[in-house]
């Protein structure tokens, strides 16, 4: 006699065998959700949908959202991926997601992926900023970069009082190698901008003095504004993007391999071993360089002057003598010690605000020409105004 049993349908399998993925809700006595994880999660099958789960979490707020794996089988990302999405769920409607009832190699792995927020999230808080708010960090920044250039000058200046003190700590054979990188080596670059300036100078004063029959005072009009202006602000926007970035990317290579730190260590004031012989071999050569601008520019000139013109070397010259005077190089030379020390001091400050990184020595060279070139800008419009006013 046979007597029928009553068996259990069989459950699903995945492609590889395993049982399928499971995720029952079910709600709790005090307004909680639980949610069972049964079976195999494997990304590359067809994983539960969690529709069901978002959609009871956004309805009444539920007391918490807690799990069973007890019937859990093995799991990869897409079990992960599916509890990131329902905890950010929780996150926005402020529901406990309670983890106690998951395998504690799922809590680790969901605690590594929440450990550093996202850059959306960022981003998104960003946009969510007001307008006021956006500008009061911006003030903000604004004043703590205005506090960090002057702590730089000033310990720069306190440097300067232990050199003429001859207390200072730098090596002259630095001094000697930067003084060839920012003079000599620069020549080159100078040459060029210097003389196509003076020419561009000339090719429009002669365009317009021609109309009057005045070609001869092309000569005074470059002279003039070479040794003025010209000379002095096209030598230090050429050592900005030139000399300012490479001051900037040695020294943020610097900070990123610790060798500041190694200084530091060892009891050398980084500031004065690797910043001062920067700083004065820029100041030094900015002069020289004005006036070698200066006369590429006055040259620049002459070959329009007398190509283009008519007019003779002889004229030329006594035009441009007659013109300049000794007075007239002054606000030039001026400018060019100060332009130097500018284009010194925001390169060698971006390189050492540099970060750890390699990116940020990129930034920190793109910073230091862009600071570098602006406030030459604003130093020659300040000193303009004020040899005005001095009648010089």
């Known amino acids: 006699m046979r007597v029928a049993t009553k068996t259990k349908p069989a459950q699903p399998r995945t492609a590889k065998g395993a049982a399928a993925p499971v995720a029952d809700v079910a709600r709790e006595k005090d307004g909680g959700i639980l949610l069972r ?22 309805g009444t707020r539920p007391a918490a959202l807690r799990f069973d794996s007890s019937a859990l089988g093995a799991w990869d990302t897409g079990l992960l991926t599916f509890l990131d999405r329902l905890a950010r769920v929780c996150t926005e409607r402020e529901v406990p ?48 970069a205005g506090g960090e250039i002057v702590d730089f000058v000033g310990q720069i200046t306190i440097a300067l009082g232990r050199l003429l003190r001859g207390r200072a700590r730098f090596r002259g054979i630095d001094l000697a190698l930067f003084m ?34 005045a070609q001869i005072y092309v000569a005074d009009l470059v002279g003039l504004a ?36 190694a200084l530091t260590t060892m009891g050398i004031p980084p500031l004065e071993f690797l910043v001062l012989p920067r700083f004065i071999a820029l100041c030094l050569m900015m002069p020289l360089l004005c006036l070698y601008a200066d006369v590429l520019g006055i040259i620049g000139g002459f070959v329009v002057g007398t190509s283009m013109l008519g007019l003779s070397f002889s004229q030329y010259w006594n ?33 050492m605000q540099c970060a750890g990184s390699s990116s940020a020595v ?15 800008i604003v130093a020659d419009a300040i000193f303009t105004v004020l040899f005005d006013i001095l009648g010089i």
């Open 97 to 144: 997601f309670d983890r106690a009832g998951l395998p504690p190699g799922v809590t680790r792995m969901l605690d590594l992926a929440h450990a550093v927020p996202s850059r959306t999230d960022a981003a998104a808080a960003k946009k969510r900023d007001g307008f006021l708010a956006r500008a009061g960090l911006r003030a903000l920044a604004m004043r703590k």
């Open 226 to 261: 070479m040794v003025r202006q010209m000379g002095a602000l096209m030598a230090a926007i050429i050592m900005a993007g030139r000399t300012g970035a490479a001051f900037a990317a040695q020294l943020g290579s610097m900070k990123v391999n610790e060798e500041i730190d």
């Open 362 to 376: 990129g930034d920190a060279a793109t910073s230091a020409v862009v600071s570098g070139i602006v406030s030459i």
């Open 37 to 58: 994880l049964a079976g195999a999660w494997h990304l590359g099958d067809e994983l539960p949908s969690s529709q069901a789960v978002e959609d009871a979490l956004r």
């Open 180 to 213: 060839q990188d920012c003079g000599p080596a620069a020549l080159p670059i100078v040459t060029l901008i210097s003389f196509l300036v003076g020419v561009i100078l000339a090719f429009v004063g002669a365009v317009q003095l021609e109309q009057f029959g």
């Open 319 to 351: 035009q441009t003598v007659n013109a300049l005077t000794l007075l007239d190089c002054l606000p030039g030379l001026i400018m060019s010690v100060f332009f130097g020390a500018l284009v010194a001091t925001f390169g060698c400050l971006r390189g």
